[in-house]
């Protein structure tokens, strides 16, 4: 990992906190990009460590959401009953993706749900 101050590490946190908590993304969007290019990790570290953030970082959303009435636990349920099969696969096929076709992959993605979401 590249030298990067403890103070820049907690702003991307909060920033990402922040962006996931308003807007329901983050973890991938900004922890990934900010790891690979600010912080000289791996691409693959870099998806593995933004889920392992993404986790406490929805559970204090969600607690806020929910005490406002505004999360569907029935739909929540539905939806991680298939979720947690297709993190275990995508988890395992990270791992057969080199670097620079997952950046490549990456990218486009992002590229694409923001085309959507604009249109």
């Not at 990067?4 to 900004?30: A, D, Y």
């Not at 593995?48 to 993404?54: F, H, K, N």
């Not at 349920?77 to 791992?95: D, E, F, H, P, R």
Request: glycine share 14%; charged share 5%; net charge positive.
């Amino acid at each position: 990992m590249k030298h990067i101050s403890l103070l820049i590490i907690i702003m991307i946190g909060i920033i990402t906190g922040l962006i996931n908590g308003l807007l329901g993304i983050g973890g991938g969007t900004i922890l990934i990009p900010a790891m690979v290019f600010f912080m000289g990790i791996t691409q693959h570290q870099a998806h593995g460590t933004s889920l392992a953030v993404i986790l406490p970082t929805t559970l204090a959303s969600c607690l806020i959401y929910g005490l406002n009435h505004d999360l569907n636990l029935n739909l929540t349920i539905q939806v991680i009953a298939g979720s947690i099969g297709g993190g275990y696969l995508g988890a395992k096929l990270l791992n057969k993706i080199p670097a620079p076709k997952l950046r490549r992959f990456f990218g486009i993605f992002m590229f694409l749900a923001g085309l959507r979401m604009m249109l």
